[in-house]
C-alpha cells in the first residue's frame, strides 16, 4: 500500500532544511496540485532539520531497546555526540541510585560499597564527590573512570539503562548542543504492530513517552514519534 515509502518521504521531510533541492522539488509538485496544502507544509515545517531515528523493527527487543539504539544509529550518522551526554547522566542516575539504596539498607545498596572500594582502588585520590562534580561537567575523563570503575565490579560495560529512556530523552533534547543543531527529535517505527503482538511493550512506560512526546517540559526541544 506503500505506507514505508510514505514513511520514508516523510523522514526526508524532517531531516533536510526546507531549502534544499530535494525539497524545493517535493513542494513544486505538490504545489502543481495544491498550492494551499504545499504551503501549508512548507510553513508548518519552518527552517532547521531535525534529528531523524528510524527504529528496525524484528530485532526481538523491546520498544525502549529498539528507540535508544534508532537514536543512537542516527547519531553516528550525523557524526553528533550529544547521546553521549546522557551517559553521564545516567551515570549520576545509577551512583543516586545505589547510595539511596545502601542507605536504605537494601541488598542492592552493595553495590554502592563496591563501587567506592574499586574507585579508591584503580584511582587512588579520586572521591566520589570528584566524579560526580566531573560527570555533571561532561568531563570525558571522569565518565572515562565511571566506566572502567562499573566494568570492575559487574564484568559488563556501561550503557544507559533502558528503564530510564524518558529521562535519556529529556536529557539528550535539553541539552545545548542538541538545541544548536537540531529543532528536535522525530522517531520512525515501521511494523509498530509487531512489537504490540509479541508482548514486547511496557504500555505504562509507554504511556510515559507518549504524554513526553505530546507535552515536552520548557527547555526541551520536540520529540515527535510516527508509528506505521
Known sequence: ?????????????????QDAPEMEGFFSNYAEQDPDGANKM????GDGRYLVALCRYGTGDDFEATVLRAI?????REGFK??????YQEALRRLRGS?????????TGQMYDMFVDALHEQYPGTTVEALR???????PHHLNVFKGVFQAITGGG?????????????????????????????IFYDEFDEILKQGQLDISRFQGF???????????????????
Not at 42 to 45: C, G, L, V
Not at 82 to 87: A, D, M, S, Y
Not at 133 to 139: E, M, P, T
Not at 158 to 186: C, H, M, Q, W
Open 210 to 228: 507518549a504524554e513526553l512526546c505530546r507535552h515536552p517540559e520548557a527547555g526541551m526541544q520536540s520529540i515527535i514519534f510516527y508509528a506505521n
Open 42 to 45: 512548507r510553513t508548518w515545517r
Open 133 to 139: 562534580d566531573g560527570l555533571r561537567r561532561y568531563k
Open 158 to 186: 556501561f550503557t544507559p539503562d533502558k528503564g530510564n529512556l524518558i529521562d535519556i530523552l529529556e536529557d539528550l533534547v535539553r541539552s545545548e548542543a542538541f538545541k544548536e543543531r537540531y529543532k528536535g527529535l522525530v
Open 82 to 87: 550529544g547521546l553521549e551526554n546522557t551517559h
Open 72 to 76: 543512537e544509529q542516527a547519531s553516528e
Open 99 to 107: 547510595e539511596q539504596a545502601r542507605r536504605q539498607g537494601k541488598a
Open 1 to 17: 500500500t506503500g505506507k514505508s515509502h510514505l514513511f520514508l518521504m516523510l523522514a526526508n521531510y524532517f531531516d533536510l532544511k
